[in-house]
């Protein structure tokens, strides 16, 4: 946990950004896989972890800025939870480490708001998990008869203006997870081997990830069909010539995530055909790095990736005409039709349960609803203090491809013969997490093998 100081200078600001009324902040409950008691590992909510820092479940939070009072709900163990649970600070504890005086049992919640509601604004966050609805949902009809009051506006952008803005002490973590991150990309590159199945990789690279007191941040693709972005399974066999999408993410003791995708060929040695599209990708990726400032759209950074790999495909004969009239036209979209990248932090996508849009646009930058552009979950100008990943890719989807040719789409800027001799070729992304900096930007974490010589030479060593 970070120091005391930390939560109650959090706690301070967001008051002043509320300005008024009740903010109740909810924990999450454990999570059951198929009966109550066998339950998925454990995670808190994100910005409950930011503002109180207790990574366990049963407890809920009310901050009564009109009475400046801070307050912890949940409940001690009982005497029978010595024979099943290892010893546990107790409530008061608990809240004196993260700077809360005023401790009650779980119940007093409920009446709490008995007390105050219908005479003080309430504010809340979105909520994404069915039973902290259910819980909303109880306590709020309880006290109003209405089971719907919705979010509160204010006190979700209070929330995101301040997650938005990494301290030190939470970039510091975000570099630990990556440290993480290095020793399981490396070792990707150095396990993996033709004949040898993907959850085999998968299996001893996870395993990495927890022996170093870490966690996936998010579900790890590991994948030789990467021209399918979220790819979740893990079952072909690797074969000499196939390329590796592989995407994974560790969780900091504090709970920031790290990102990072590296492609590698699985037998060490990229073809000549797979050197070209890879180099256009890290070209990209190194573009849109040097484009990172403050006050610079992440909308137009897109773009300008996207403009990379068309010039690139151009090249190698897949793109005709205009490079630059093919991405107003949304040619891209057909090999990356995802986002260049997001904010990064206590969440891998940062505070995507309070509401994209407040996250990643404003007045000034709205969503572009066309394919691809609305997949892009950041477009407004980048601040210092962001955190954001870039992760451009290209991907053959020849299901994709079919829909578009089909449909007479791209006909005047994508040649579809020579497109169609990469339907076998999979996808090729390469992810980094950066901080926007004063002056451009910082890369996060150590260098990870990145370039070709790098990669094939971290793929020959033991
Ligand atoms: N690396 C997974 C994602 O960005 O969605
Ligand atoms: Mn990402």
């Not at 809920?60 to 163990?77: A, P, Q, S």
């Not at 979105?126 to 039973?131: G, M």
């Not at 910082?442 to 990870?448: D, E, H, K, V, Y």
């Amino acid at each position: 946990m970070f120091s005391q100081k930390t939560y109650n200078e959090r706690r301070s600001r967001l008051k002043r950004e509320v300005g008024s009324g009740l903010i109740l902040l909810l924990g999450l409950e454990e999570s059951p896989i198929n009966f109550a008691h066998n339950t998925y590992p454990f995670r808190q909510d994100s910005s409950f972890l930011y503002f109180f820092g207790l990574n366990r479940p049963g407890l809920n939070t009310i901050i009564d800025i009109d009475e400046n009072r801070e307050i912890l709900f949940g409940d001690d163990l009982n005497e029978e939870s010595v024979i099943w649970t290892v010893p546990q600070q107790n409530l008061s504890a608990l809240g004196e480490q993260v700077g809360i005086e005023d401790c009650r049992k779980l119940d007093c919640l409920e009446d709490y708001l008995k007390d105050h509601l219908g005479k003080r604004i309430l504010h809340f966050l979105p909520t994404f998990r069915h039973d902290q609805k259910a819980t909303l949902s109880r306590l709020l009809n309880t006290q109003t008869n209405n089971d719907s009051l919705p979010a509160s506006e204010t006190l979700t952008r209070a929330v995101i203006n301040q997650r938005s803005y990494k301290t030190e002490e939470e970039i510091a973590e975000i570099e630990k997870a990556i440290m993480v991150s290095n020793v399981i990309h490396t070792s990707a590159m150095k396990i993996s081997r033709p004949k040898m199945f993907e959850y085999e990789a998968v299996g001893l690279l996870e395993g990495m990830n927890k022996s170093l007191n870490s966690r996936p941040s998010f579900q790890t693709i590991f994948t030789v069909h990467g021209e399918i972005l979220h790819n979740p399974s893990y079952d072909n066999q690797m074969k000499a010539g196939d390329l590796v999408v592989h995407d994974s993410g560790a969780e900091s003791p504090n709970h920031y995530a790290g990102d990072i995708t590296r492609t590698f060929p699985v037998n060490g040695k990229f073809t000549d055909k797979q050197r070209e599209v890879y180099t256009i990708v890290l070209h990209a990726l190194e573009v849109a790095m040097n484009a990172v400032k403050p006050g610079v759209e992440f909308r137009s950074i897109h773009r300008l990736a996207g403009k990379v790999i068309l010039e690139g495909l151009a090249n190698l004969g897949i793109i005709k005409g205009n490079p630059e009239e093919a991405v107003e036209a949304d040619i891209h979209t057909l090999f990356f039709p995802c986002g260049l990248g997001h904010m990064m932090g206590l969440d891998v996508h940062d505070m995507e349960s309070l509401g994209e849009d407040y996250v990643g646009y404003n007045d000034l930058v709205r969503r572009n609803p066309n394919f691809g552009w609305r997949n892009l979950r950041l477009g407004k100008a980048l601040e210092s203090g962001n955190v954001i990943t870039i992760e451009p890719g290209i991907y053959f989807n020849p299901r994709l491809t079919e829909l578009w040719k089909s449909a007479g789409k791209g006909k005047d800027f994508v040649n579809y013969s020579a497109l169609e001799s990469y339907f076998d070729f999979g996808g090729i992304r390469i992810e980094d997490d950066i901080l926007v900096a004063d002056q451009g930007y910082r890369l996060l974490g150590p260098a990870i093998p990145k370039t070709i010589d790098e990669i094939e030479e971290t793929c020959r060593t033991e």
